[in-house]
């Protein structure tokens, strides 16, 4: 990408409207315009962001056996009146009358669609378990729409549901996407943690969110520090190894707001253990046995009799997430904002030092940036005439990890490279090229 040809519209300077670092962030670099109160549109920079983390939470999905299907925005009421959430659900639903006067809503969540699709083709207990997922923009009408896509209207979620004949079954399953978060969270460069939450209106009685920590969450956690250090690498998708991996970290106190106990945690955790701070919340997961299946009477034959399937639901943020990585990966003091390269919207800039009278720079920097591109380093290369140190202040401003400068002193072959926050080295290309690929594995 030439970024004379970008769209990428930065600002000048913070919006004062944007009260966290995400969200300035996300505005001043173009990667999200507001269109309405709490509803964005997506720019290529913040587009590309969220389709790399789209796509790591997709592998990881499959990774556990679930399967990827597509159900639509609009959902009818009248699965919602089976389940008895339509009056329940309250103000965040988003509620619509077609031209023939049905009610209509946008789907805050799924649980009743995937339910309605499950219970009409799936007949015996063979089939299960069924692990089923989609990556779709979810309507909850926000009381506060606040901090840009972090609390906002319309957001981009992956939720999940699975469908078990017993409690047990289900429970394995639930232990998959456990596990699955955990490894999602690490690819994402992010130090999420399991906590015991309430199950709020999806309702149930076993339930998880994954937190980040950061002085600008919204939630209030209470937890023992040693829940950091627990190890899952080594977890295999055997029942066994899964449950094992839960009691490793559910021995550890650690809990939101919701169901904090004062002297449950002073009991259970040595003052030395205890950390109190804030978060937030980028994945929960929930196990609600029947509470949909029963009343939508979605069920399977089993040994002669109807059982109604045990059900869970398993939702990631990722338009959440974008802001969130950001929140955990700025610098505050060096005014430093660096992306994994996982998820960053380009692995390396080339930032040519380029003079009206003289193309030499530019044309090295060109062609620099077309072998980067055939050995697959997704990069972009700064073609414009602005000063070099304002170049290099957008390119820590943008967070792309790796940059190469070819500036006054590149004559030989040796170029200079560096990684955001870090000091210059001189390497040859192929050196720089290795370096990169080998991270990005
Ligand atoms: P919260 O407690 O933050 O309101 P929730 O518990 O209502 O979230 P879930 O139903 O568990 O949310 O949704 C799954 C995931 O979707 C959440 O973990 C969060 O990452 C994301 N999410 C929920 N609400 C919003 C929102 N208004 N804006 C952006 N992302 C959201
Ligand atoms: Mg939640």
Redesign the pocket.
């Known amino acids: 990408m030439y970024f004379s040809k970008s769209f990428i519209p930065i600002l000048k300077n913070n919006p004062s409207e944007a009260k966290i670092k995400s969200h300035q962030l996300m505005l001043r670099t173009g990667m999200i315009k507001q269109s309405s109160s709490g509803i964005y549109s997506w720019l290529p920079l913040g587009f590309k962001v969220m389709k790399k983390i789209e796509k790591i939470v997709r592998e990881e999905q499959d990774r556990i056996g679930a399967q990827e299907i597509l159900m639509p925005t609009i959902q009818s009421s009248d699965i919602w009146k089976e389940s008895g959430r339509y009056e329940d659900y309250g103000e965040e639903m988003l509620r619509i009358k077609d031209r023939q006067n049905r009610e209509m809503l946008y789907g805050p969540?799924n649980e009743e669609l995937v339910t309605e699709i499950f219970r009409s083709s799936t007949k015996s207990y063979k089939s299960l378990p069924q692990l089923l997922y989609h990556i779709q923009w979810?309507f909850?009408d926000?009381l506060r729409?606040r901090f840009g896509?972090?609390?906002?209207?319309e957001?981009y979620?992956k939720?999940a549901y699975s469908f078990d004949i017993s409690d047990e079954e289900a429970l394995f399953s639930y232990n998959k996407f456990f596990l699955s978060y955990l490894k999602t969270f690490k690819r994402l460069e992010l130090s999420a943690i399991p906590m015991a939450a309430d199950t709020?209106p999806?309702g149930g009685n076993l339930s998880h969110?994954?937190i980040i920590l950061a002085d600008t969450g919204?939630?209030k956690i209470y937890t023992d520090k040693r829940i950091f250090d627990v190890e899952y690498e080594k977890t295999t998708l055997e029942k066994k190894s899964l449950e094992n991996l839960r009691n490793k970290y559910d021995k550890f106190y650690s809990v939101t707001d919701d169901k904090f106990n004062k002297s449950d945690f002073e009991n259970s955790v040595n003052e030395n253990n205890r950390l109190v701070t804030k978060g937030i919340?980028?994945?929960?997961i929930f196990y609600f046995g029947d509470k949909y299946s029963k009343p939508m009477k979605a069920s399977v034959d089993y040994q002669g009799k109807k059982i109604f399937v045990k059900m869970g639901s398993y939702?990631?943020?990722v338009?959440?997430?974008v802001g969130a990585i950001i929140e955990a990966k700025y610098k505050d003091k060096d005014e430093i904002m660096k992306w994994p390269l996982s998820v960053s919207p380009f692995d390396c800039a080339v930032i040519p030092l380029v003079n009206k009278n003289d193309d030499t720079n530019l044309l090295k920097a060109i062609k620099i940036y077309e072998y980067m591109k055939s050995k697959n380093i997704d990069v972009i290369i700064d073609d414009t005439e602005e000063n070099f140190s304002s170049k290099i202040k957008k390119f820590n401003l943008l967070g792309v990890p790796y940059q190469i400068m070819i500036g006054k002193k590149s004559e030989n072959d040796l170029i200079e490279f560096k990684e955001i926050g870090s000091d210059s080295k001189y390497l040859k290309i192929d050196k720089i090229i290795e370096l990169i690929s080998n991270k990005k594995k």
């Open positions: 969540t979810k909850r926000e729409p896509i972090m609390r906002c209207r957001f979620m939720d709020g999806i969110e994954f919204e939630s919340e980028v994945g929960h939702g990631v943020g338009s959440r997430l």
